[in-house]
């Protein structure tokens, strides 16, 4: 049993959750129509994400560069115009293209095993108002009476509008 | 809230020094080697005045998106703006040394050339004067209206002056992007008479924008680190270092379209200006402009904890004040003094430059509260918070 707490406003939502956080109190789950920065900063997710990229990015340079040059100066040099077969400024702009769209594609693969995304997949919707205009914070139940209790009051001084337990 | 900005005794005197050395280096320029001395006189003056036109759009910028975290920092980019009466003054200088610059300038070029010739109604000595003060007069003009609009917002507040100020830096950044680009044709492509680029005003442009941005960086740290702008967090510096970071793409973007066109076209009338270069002794040169405008801000602003270390911003910015140097030496030395050349000239003629610039722009910000009053967003620039 998770305790679901709904709120109206943005700022009241932050108010809470940083009244949990100081009573130690590990949040499960926040739910908003829009992205809010502090909720990012108080749940302290740290994500390895941009590194992935950076790295897509990196293999992506290497690979399209040594591609290049094994095609047009080791297998099969062409002369064209007189310029000499390693025409690096030529090969610049086709890395730039291919290295997005390698850091596209595989981000796009990462990020759905991350977030285990697969076609098909339910949505995990604990309360579907969050996607209108309520924001919805979902606590890990411990399963005692007065824990819960003691939760749900938190949420309510902050100005949670509905508490309760699913 | 903030200390008022005073003009110390010690800046001053520091500044009076550095023209003083700037004086003599250009005196000893003229009786050794006078080309070489107006190249010098030119590429200065011509760096402030892109500086003061980048901050002008820069601060045109903030007002038309509305920018509300950069509201702290306006006055900044404001004071830049008060070189160009100096640099409008130093400009006008050049007609004494226009021979030593231009090519076209010269009476017979154009009777034994076919090129100049046809290039010479728009391209003759009291034209391109004409457009130089028309250039001035706009940039001051438009220039000092924001500056009295936000001086009179610090006294009256309300938002009818905030929207006036966007209403004039949407018209200024059409006039910036039109006399900008024909100053850069004038005063740098010109140099090269035969030659052109139709990348050559963007890639100015940018460069003024870029650089312009890096020294608002630079003098609001330094600021920040003389315990003014109390308020410069992680947030802002993260927005700033966005700003370089944006720029350092964009400037490689368009030097290397530039270069790569040119070279893979392979036109002998436009590699000309590359093969001056290459072949010139400015190869290494050529490889450091890149190195330092576009490749260490870039791999040093990529990580976002790199961003909000607020000595890295600083040492980035501080670079690109010589990178910018160096860029423009390269567009103007191949042309006028043909083989390298650096030495107390050089060295002297930019300290005392830039010991005017930092003169002016020092007394311009010490004449108003360096935070403004009542700007309608200021607020949010005091709060900005983004996460981290």
New interface residues.
């Given amino acids: 049993m998770n305790i679901i707490g709904v709120f109206n406003e943005e700022t009241q939502l932050v108010d809470a959750l940083h009244e949990l956080k100081e009573q130690k109190v590990s949040i499960d789950e926040v739910y908003t129509p829009y992205p809010v920065h502090h909720v990012f900063e108080l749940l302290e997710r740290k994500t390895s994400f941009t590194w992935w990229a950076f790295a897509y990015g990196f293999m992506a340079v290497v690979l399209v560069l040594s591609f290049l040059y094994y095609t047009s100066v080791i297998d099969w040099p062409l002369n064209f115009g007189g310029k000499p077969s390693s025409a690096f400024p030529s090969f610049i702009v086709i890395t730039i293209i291919l290295t997005i769209f390698s850091i596209t594609i595989l981000s796009l693969f990462t990020f759905s095993v991350m977030a285990v995304l697969y076609p098909g997949k339910k949505a995990v919707m604990p309360d579907e108002r969050a996607t209108d205009d309520k924001f919805v914070v979902v606590l890990r139940g411990q399963g005692q009476e007065a824990e819960t209790a003691r939760l749900g009051d938190i949420l309510r001084t902050h100005g949670a509008a509905e508490v309760y337990e699913k | 809230m903030d200390k008022q900005f005073q003009l110390s005794n010690r800046l001053k005197t520091a500044c009076i020094v550095l023209i003083v050395i700037g004086l003599i280096a250009l005196a000893y320029g003229f009786f050794t080697s006078t080309q070489q001395t107006w190249a010098n006189i030119l590429l200065n003056n011509y760096y402030f005045v892109s500086l003061s036109i980048g901050a002008a759009f820069f601060l045109a910028l903030q007002y038309i998106t509305q920018s509300g975290w950069s509201a702290m920092f306006k006055r900044v980019p404001e004071a830049m703006n008060f070189y160009l009466p100096a640099g409008a003054l130093l400009m006008l200088l050049l007609y004494f040394g226009m021979h030593h610059l231009y090519h076209w300038s010269h009476h017979d070029a154009a009777a034994h050339d076919a090129l100049i010739r046809h290039k010479a109604p728009y391209l003759n000595t009291p034209f391109f004067y004409i457009r130089l003060v028309v250039f001035f007069a706009l940039w001051i003009w438009m220039s000092l209206t924001l500056r009295k609009l936000s001086l009179r917002e610090d006294t009256e507040g309300g938002l009818a002056l905030f929207e006036k100020s966007e209403l004039y830096s949407k018209i200024y950044i059409f006039i910036i992007a039109i006399t900008f680009s024909l100053a850069s044709f004038d005063w740098i492509m010109s140099i090269d008479v035969h030659w052109y680029s139709t990348l050559f005003a963007l890639k100015n442009f940018v460069t003024a924008f870029y650089h312009g941005t890096a020294v608002i960086v630079l003098i609001a740290i330094l600021l920040h680190q003389q315990g003014h702008y109390p308020g410069l967090n992680k947030s802002h510096l993260l927005d700033f270092s966005r700003y370089l970071f944006m720029l350092s793409i964009v400037w490689g973007y368009f030097f290397?379209a530039q270069?790569?066109l040119i070279?893979?076209s392979?036109i002998p009338e436009e590699t000309i200006y590359f093969y001056r270069q290459w072949h010139g002794g400015y190869k290494v040169i050529f490889y450091v402009n890149v190195v330092a405008n576009w490749f260490i801000p870039f791999i040093l602003l990529?990580a976002?904890r790199m961003d909000q270390n607020i000595q890295v911003v600083k040492w980035v910015s501080i670079l690109l004040v010589f990178g910018f140097w160096i860029d423009l030496y390269t567009q103007i030395f191949p042309g006028t003094v043909i083989s390298p050349r650096f030495g107390f000239i050089e060295i002297g003629s930019f300290l005392g430059f830039a010991g005017l610039f930092t003169l002016i722009t020092a007394w311009a910000l010490s004449r108003a509260p360096l935070i403004p009053r009542n700007h309608p967003y200021l607020e949010e620039s005091l709060q900005h918070?983004?996460?981290?």
């Fill in positions: 290397f270069f790569m070279w893979y392979n990529l976002r918070h983004v996460e981290s």
